[in-house]
Each structure stands twice: as structure tokens, then as C-alpha cells.
């Protein structure tokens, strides 16, 4: 059995330990981005699940980036006293501006004292040629990775949750990211509207074969002020239970290789706009519950992990 600091899965936090020899700490960022999932460039109205902070909600509310940055390390400094940091640009789509003004806002936090490097969230859609140089010239300064918020590999969920792409463009993507030698840690959502455990497990099947090196899995979370709250309150919408999720978290772990870092595995919403589930707020006692089905299984990360040639050839670069 492979245990990783006694956990059956590889966490994000002892990676980053290894990786640094101290305790590194993501300060999430709101720079001020929309999205062209918002504005019309590319749909309107968002994914049906963001919130109207564009996912961004733990991120600093200062408009200034720099005081944004005390605040959220402030608030991180009051459980733990040191360590390093990486900036975490988070909310909206934060590769969706001109080269200049995004090398202004990455650099302004880069330059930052015990800051070690970017962790940059955004669409595949929005990596052109210009911002994709950009990148790798950052990347070949300070350490870097890029994430992609996929959620789904089936086409029907895509087009119900207003994703905006298809998945051949996520492919192309990450190949121009893999060309240039940066990190992708790629997004994955459970419980999405009509999807059964068998479709979210291909999901995972998926981007555990593109020879990216991270992946989230996040629960969906109902939220006040998102499009998905029609549909819940029509009946079209069913969240999951507890026990079904911690089950198919298990059956993801499984089926990830060993060598891909786990970024997350639940997620707890904002308490004042969370609709459900719920249960999610109790977010040490969901990882807790994970761990210990890891252990009753005698299971852990990569043990039914297997190779799929034919993906793995799409990201061959």
C-alpha cells in the first residue's frame, strides 16, 4: 500500500512541503477579471453554478491587489505564523486580458516578500498566443501552474451548465501548456445535474490520463444567486447525499495515477449563500469520512488507476 505523510491519497499541502521544506499557503486573489462566459464574447450569464463572485468568494474583498493579499494573509496568519505563499489569481477568468495588463497584475504579486509562485485559474478558451508566452515566461522564473475548469467531459452536461467550449478545446489547450513545460491542475465538479456516479467516474478516467500533474474534485454546491436555483426549486436538480459522495470521492481516488497531486476533494461554500448540501459546511468531518472508507476499502490512490492509450495519445506533444 503507497501512503503519502500517512494520507492514501497525494494532498496538495505535502506536495507543497516536500516541494519548498516549509508550510506554503495559496492566498486566493479577485483582480478584478470577468469572464467570456459573462460578458457575450462567448455566452452570457456564467456557468449555471458560479456565484456572482465568479467562484472568487474566499478571496480578499480590497481593491488594491497588494492590499488584498495582507488581508488574506492576515486572516492565514492567525492559525499558522509561517511559511511562504502563492498568490492564487481565482476568481473569474484570470488569463482574460491583454499580455500587458496580466503581466502587470501577476507581477505585482510576484514581487511580493516570500512569495514563490502563481497558481492562475481560467478557461481553455482563454489562452491565446500572446498570454500563452507570457506564461512561460513566468514559468521559467518562479513556480507556476494553470487551472482549467473542465467539470465534465460529456457534451450534453457542457451544454446544460452554459460551459461555453467543447472538449476538444481543453485538449488543445493543455497541449499548449504541456509544450511549454507548465504545470495544469485540471477542475472536476460531482454531482452535476443528470449525471450518474458511471459518468462522473469517466470524467475522472479522463483527466487522469492527460499527464497533467493535479486535479480538483469539487462538490457541487448550490449557491443563492446562480442559475442553478430554478432548477432546484423546479425539481430538475438533485444534490447529493453525503454517503454517495464520499463513496464516489473514494472511487475517483482510486482511479487517479499516483504521481498527480490531489488539489481538493470537497469544498465548503460560503455559509451565507450556500443552499446545499448542507452537510458540505462540516468540511473536516467530510475528509475525515473519506479517509475512513479509504481505509475500510484497503485502498488508496492509483490502485485502479489504468492506462488509456487512446487519451493519452490526444495529449502527446
Known amino acids: 500500500m503507497q501512503t503519502w505523510d500517512g494520507k492514501r491519497y497525494r494532498q496538495l499541502n505535502g506536495y ?24 457575450g464574447s462567448r455566452a452570457s450569464g456564467g456557468c449555471v453554478f458560479c456565484s456572482p463572485r465568479g467562484s472568487g468568494d474566499f478571496a480578499g474583498t480590497a481593491a488594491d491587489l497588494v492590499e488584498q493579499f495582507d488581508e488574506v494573509r492576515g486572516m492565514m496568519n492567525k492559525k ?40 492562475i485559474a481560467t478557461r481553455p478558451d482563454c489562452l491565446p498566443e500572446p498570454v500563452l508566452e507570457l506564461l512561460s515566461e513566468i514559468n521559467e522564473k518562479t513556480y507556476l501552474w494553470v487551472e482549467l475548469g473542465l467539470q465534465t467531459i460529456h457534451e450534453r452536461t457542457a ?68 442559475r442553478l436555483v430554478k432548477a432546484y426549486e423546479n425539481g430538475e436538480l438533485k444534490l447529493m447525499e453525503l454517503e454517495d459522495y464520499v463513496e464516489t470521492v473514494a472511487d475517483c481516488i482510486e482511479r ?21 448540501p448542507r452537510w458540505s459546511l462540516k468540511k473536516f468531518e467530510v475528509m475525515n469520512a473519506i479517509d475512513h472508507l479509504l481505509m475500510d476499502r484497503s485502498t488508496w490512490q492509483g490502485k485502479r488507476y489504468q492506462p488509456d492509450d487512446e487519451i493519452i495519445r490526444l495529449f502527446q506533444v
Request: with cysteine.
Open 80 to 119: 499558522w505564523k509561517n511559511g511562504k505563499y502563492i498568490g492564487y489569481f481565482q476568481a473569474y477568468t484570470n488569463t482574460y486580458a491583454t499580455a500587458a495588463v496580466l503581466r502587470e497584475k501577476y507581477e505585482t504579486i510576484l514581487n511580493l516578500p516570500d512569495v514563490v509562485g502563481l497558481a
Open 256 to 276: 487517479i495515477p499516483a504521481d498527480m497531486v490531489i488539489h481538493r476533494i470537497t469544498g465548503d461554500g460560503p455559509r451565507d449563500t450556500l443552499i446545499g
Open 159 to 226: 451544454e446544460g451548465i452554459n460551459r461555453g467550449y467543447d472538449l476538444d478545446t481543453y485538449v488543445e489547450a493543455v497541449r499548449a501548456l504541456k509544450k511549454r513545460k507548465i504545470e495544469v491542475v485540471t477542475h472536476a465538479i460531482l454531482g452535476l445535474p443528470g449525471e450518474s456516479r458511471e459518468d462522473m467516474l469517466e470524467t475522472v478516467r479522463f483527466i487522469a490520463n492527460t499527464g497533467t500533474q493535479g486535479i480538483k474534485l469539487h462538490l457541487l454546491h448550490l449557491l443563492k444567486g446562480t
Open 16 to 39: 507543497l512541503r516536500e516541494k519548498f521544506g516549509e508550510k506554503v499557503f495559496k492566498i486566493s486573489l479577485d483582480a478584478g477579471f470577468t469572464c467570456p462566459n459573462r460578458d
